[in-house]
Structure formats: C-alpha cells, structure tokens
C-alpha cells in the first residue's frame, strides 16, 4: 500500500508539472501573435520590414510548440486513430498502451532527448548564434529540445504508471 502512495504522489507531481510548464509557455502565442501583427504593420503599412522578426517569430513558434507537448500529452490533446482502440476494454488498451510507450515512445523520446542533450551543449561551448544578420542565440533555442522531451519523458512515465495502475485494479476486480 506504501508503494502505491509513493507512485500516485510521483504521478501527481509530474502531471502537476506538465500542467503547470503547459499553462505557462501557452501564454507564449500572445508574444507570437504580437510579433506577426507588428511585422505585417511594419511591411505592409510602414513598408519597412524588420530583419529580426521573422528569426523571432520562429523561436517563439518552437519554444510555444515543444514546452506544450507534455501538456498536449496530459491532456489527451495529441493526435490518435481509435478506430479500434476506442473499442476495446480498460484492460487491453492499458496493455496495448504500455505495450507501444515501450516499443515507440520512450526510445523515440530518449533519442531524441540525447541528441538534443548534445547539440545544446555543443551549442553553449561556442555560444552559438544564428548565420542571419539579426544572429539570434542560437543555444538557447537548442537547450528548449533537451527540456521539451524531458518534460515530455516524465509525462510518458506518469502516463505509463498510470496504465499500469489500471492493470493492478482490473487484477484485483
């Protein structure tokens, strides 16, 4: 029974975290937005475009995109096919789910991760910037990968504890 609180409070924390990382980098889409209303006014009204909005609307874009997938992956907000999942019992899709977090989700996430890992650090030894004229550090934008599919790993973790809870009370029924 200890082990059980242990790992209901482990799952709690993380979707607590995911929630809370989502909530805040969502509000991220109204720096975006203000971003591509001021470039559309400065080109097309002023005709005098900015050669630093465009760099940073796409660092925006990828900062909002990536910090929000644990959130998108709590929330069931991810893009799924159910035509036969949905039709299926509690049990086996608890099966079926922890079956393809092992086998696709984890190795992908930790590659990724890893992969990520590197280049941000690599990317801070130099401090990397962009080859554009605005240059835009680039090591910044390469440290939210490693943190977006950190995130995203703690999420598939609590995601596949809590099919493994499922497990666990249909053994007992």
């Not at 997938?69 to 086996?92: F, G, N, Q």
């Not at 440290?143 to 609590?158: D, E, K, M, N, R």
Request: charged share 15%; hydrophobic share 55%; with cysteine.
């Amino acid at each position: 029974m200890f082990g059980l609180q242990i790992i209901n409070n482990f799952i709690i924390v993380i979707d607590k975290i995911s929630d809370w990382v989502g909530k805040i980098c969502s509000w991220s889409i109204i720096l975006l937005t203000f971003l591509i209303v001021f470039e559309v006014i400065s080109r097309r009204v002023f005709n005098s475009p900015t050669i630093w909005t465009y760099e940073v609307i796409t660092i925006v874009f990828g900062f909002h995109f990536m910090l929000v997938a644990a959130y998108a992956l709590l929330h069931k907000s991810l893009v799924s096919v159910d035509l036969l999942y949905s039709r299926l019992s509690r049990k086996t899709q608890a099966i079926m789910d922890i079956f393809t977090y092992t086998i696709f989700f984890f190795p992908f996430v930790i590659f990724v991760f890893s992969v990520g890992f590197g280049n941000a650090l690599d990317s801070w030894s130099i401090l990397e910037t962009s080859s554009s004229l605005f240059g835009a550090p680039v090591y910044i934008t390469k440290t939210v990968v490693p943190l977006a599919f950190g995130l995203l790993l703690l999420q598939g973790i609590s995601e596949l504890l809590k099919k493994v809870q499922i497990l666990v009370e249909e053994a007992k029924a």
